[in-house]
C-alpha cells in the first residue's frame, strides 16, 4: 500500500498532530521526515493531551510503528526527556514502538546557544526561531560535519566526536559571538549517557519503511512546520532549515514519488505565524487579538503569542502546488464562530498590479509589500463543535468551505471541529 504525507499548508501549528492520529488508526507506521523539537504538536485523545516534539503523532495507537526519520534533527537530551514525560503518563514508548533512524542528524546543546546567539546577532531582523538549535545542526550537516544517530550504537566513538564536534562550536561562541565556552566534559558525558539509552532504539529507517511498503501496508508521512517555512520554498530567509513539504519526505525517509498517493495539506480557517517575517493578512487590530484569544493561538513548543490574520487563498493556492496536494483538512473553523464577518484573500496587490500567484521567490521582501484583496462571506454565530456532517454545518459555514475549495482548487475532504480526536468531520 502506498504513502499518505500530511502537511502543513501554512506557517506551520494547522492541527498537524490531531489530523496525523486520525490517519494514523489505519496506518502501520507513522514517520516524522523533517524538522526536530522545534515542533509541538498536539494530540488530545484516549484521556490524553499530548504536545509532542519529536515523538511521531501516531504514538497513541499500539499497532503502529513510530519512526524519527532519516530527515529529521533529533536532540537526544530533549528526546529522552520526551519519551520519559509519555512513559509517566503511561503511554508506550519502547524501543518495539519507537524508532530512531540511524540517519537522522543529532542536535547537540552548543547548537542551541549558537542558534541564539546567531538570531541575536541579526538584530531586528531577527528570525524568531525556536532557539532549539535547528539552523545550526542543519548547516553541520550540509558542510557534512554533523553527527548522525547511528554513531551513537558505539557510547565511546560517539562520545569522541561529540568533543571534536563542540570544540569547534565553542571556538565559534568565544571567537564570533564573544560568549562563553559550554563544558566540553559535560556535554560529552551527558551525550554518552544519552547514547546509551538511545542505542535499542536505532534502525535504518529507509529499510523499514520499504519493508512495510513491500507488504502493502499504509505508511503516513508526518510534516513538521509548514509550506511557508520551507527553506527552499517559503518566505527566506524567514524559514526553519529543512523541507516541510511533500517534497522533503522522499528525501527525509527515502521513498521515490509514486509511493506517495494521497498528500494531505493542513490548512487553519484563518492563518497564524509565530516567529517574524511578512504575512499579508495579518490582524494587528482588535480582531487579530480575538482569534489569537478564541483560538489558544499560544505556540506549543515557546508559548510565544501567535500571529492572527484571514484566510489567504493565494497562498493556500501555492501550498497546493507545490505539494500537490489531493486533499485539504481544514481545521479550526469553530474557532471562527461568532465573528461579524469573514474574511478571504483572493490576490495581491503588488505594487499596484494584482497578483494571483504567492511570490515566495522573490523573497520576504516582496511579500511584505503585497496587500490582500479581499472578498467577505457572511459569518456564522452558532457553536459547531458538535457537528460531524458537512451538510450540518450553517450554511454561511458551508458555503465559507465551499468558497475555499473553489478558490485553492483542492476538495476539502476532512474538517476539523475541535481539539478532540472525535472533534472531526470526515467522508
Ligand atoms: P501542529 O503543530 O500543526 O500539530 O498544531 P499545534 O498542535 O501546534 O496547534 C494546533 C492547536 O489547535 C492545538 O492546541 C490543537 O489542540 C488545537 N486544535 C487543532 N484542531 C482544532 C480544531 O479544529 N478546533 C480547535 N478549537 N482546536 C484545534
Ligand atoms: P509545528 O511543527 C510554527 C518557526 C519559528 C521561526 C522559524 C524558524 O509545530 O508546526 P527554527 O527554530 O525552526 O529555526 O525557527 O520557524 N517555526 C514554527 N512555527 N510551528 C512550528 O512547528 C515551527 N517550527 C519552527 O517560530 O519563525
Ligand atoms: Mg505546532
Redesign the pocket.
Known amino acids: 500500500m502506498p504513502v499518505t504525507v500530511i502537511v502543513?499548508a501554512q506557517w506551520?501549528?494547522?492541527?498537524?498532530?490531531?489530523?496525523?492520529d486520525y490517519f494514523a488508526a489505519q496506518a502501520a507506521i507513522v514517520a516524522r521526515f523533517n524538522g526536530g523539537d522545534n515542533?509541538?504538536?498536539?494530540?488530545?485523545a484516549e484521556g490524553h493531551?499530548l504536545?509532542?516534539h519529536l515523538v511521531p503523532?501516531g504514538i497513541l495507537y499500539p499497532h503502529v510503528t513510530c519512526l524519527i526519520g532519516a530527515g529529521t534533527v533529533v536532540n537526544p537530551l530533549t528526546l529522552l526527556r520526551e519519551i520519559q514525560t509519555l512513559r509517566d503518563i503511561g503511554v508506550d514508548v519502547s524501543p518495539a514502538h519507537l524508532k530512531l533512524s540511524a540517519a537522522a542528524h543529532l542536535v547537540l546543546p552548543t547548537h542551541r546557544v549558537l542558534d541564539g546567539a546567531a538570531d541575536m546577532k541579526r538584530g531586528y531582523e531577527a528570525i524568531g526561531t525556536t532557539k532549539r538549535g535547528i539552523g545550526p545542526a542543519y548547516a553541520d550537516k550540509m558542510a557534512r560535519v554533523g553527527l548522525r544517530a547511528g554513531q551513537m550504537r558505539d557510547p565511546n566513538h560517539f562520545a569522541e566526536a561529540v568533543g571534536t564536534l563542540v570544540d569547534a562550536h565553542n571556538e565559534r561562541l568565544v571567537n564570533l559571538y564573544g560568549l562563553p565556552a559550554q563544558s566540553t566534559d559535560q556535554i560529552v558525558a551527558q551525550l554518552h549517557q544519552a547514547a546509551v539509552e538511545l542505542a535499542p532504539y536505532l534502525v535504518d529507517g529507509t529499510a523499514l519503511v520499504g519493508r512495510a511498503l513491500a507488504e502493502g501496508k499504509l505508511v503516513i508521512g508526518e510534516g513538521?512546520?509548514?509550506t511557508l517555512l520551507d527553506i527552499n520554498l517559503g518566505t527566506y530567509p524567514f524559514v526553519t532549515s529543512s523541507s516541510p513539504v511533500s517534497g522533503g519526505l522522499l528525501t527525509g525517509l527515502g521513498v521515490g514519488p509514486k509511493e506517495v498517493t494521497r498528500v494531505v495539506g493542513?490548512a487553519?480557517?484563518y492563518t497564524t505565524r509565530v516567529g517574524a517575517g511578512p504575512f499579508p493578512t495579518e490582524l494587528t487590530d482588535v480582531l487579530g487579538e480575538r482569534i489569537r484569544e478564541?483560538?489558544?493561538?499560544y505556540?506549543?513548543?515557546t508559548g510565544r503569542p501567535r500571529r492572527c490574520g484571514w484566510l489567504d487563498a493565494v497562498l493556500l493556492r501555492y501550498a497546493a502546488q507545490v505539494n500537490g496536494l489531493t486533499d485539504i483538512a481544514l481545521?479550526?473553523?469553530?474557532?471562527l464562530s461568532g465573528l461579524p464577518s469573514l474574511r478571504i484573500a483572493v490576490a495581491y496587490d503588488l505594487d499596484g498590479e494584482r497578483i494571483e500567484h504567492f511570490p515566495a521567490e522573490w523573497g520576504a521582501e516582496a511579500v511584505s509589500r503585497c496587500r490582500p484583496i479581499y472578498e467577505e462571506l457572511p459569518s456564522w454565530e452558532e457553536d459547531i463543535?458538535g457537528v460531524r456532517r458537512r451538510e450540518d454545518l450553517p450554511a454561511a459555514a458551508q458555503a465559507y468551505v465551499a468558497r475555499i475549495e473553489e478558490l485553492v482548487g483542492v476538495p476539502i475532504t476532512f474538517?476539523?471541529?475541535?481539539?478532540?480526536r472525535e472533534?472531526?468531520i470526515v467522508p
Do not use: W
Not at 478564541?294 to 493561538?297: D, M, N, P, R, W
Open positions: 502543513g506551520g501549528d494547522e492541527g498537524k498532530g490531531r489530523v496525523v515542533a509541538g504538536h498536539t494530540v488530545i493531551k504536545a509532542l503523532s513538521a512546520q509548514g493542513i487553519k480557517a478564541a483560538g489558544h493561538e505556540g506549543t513548543t481545521s479550526k473553523l469553530d474557532i463543535s474538517i476539523s471541529v475541535g481539539p478532540e472533534a472531526m
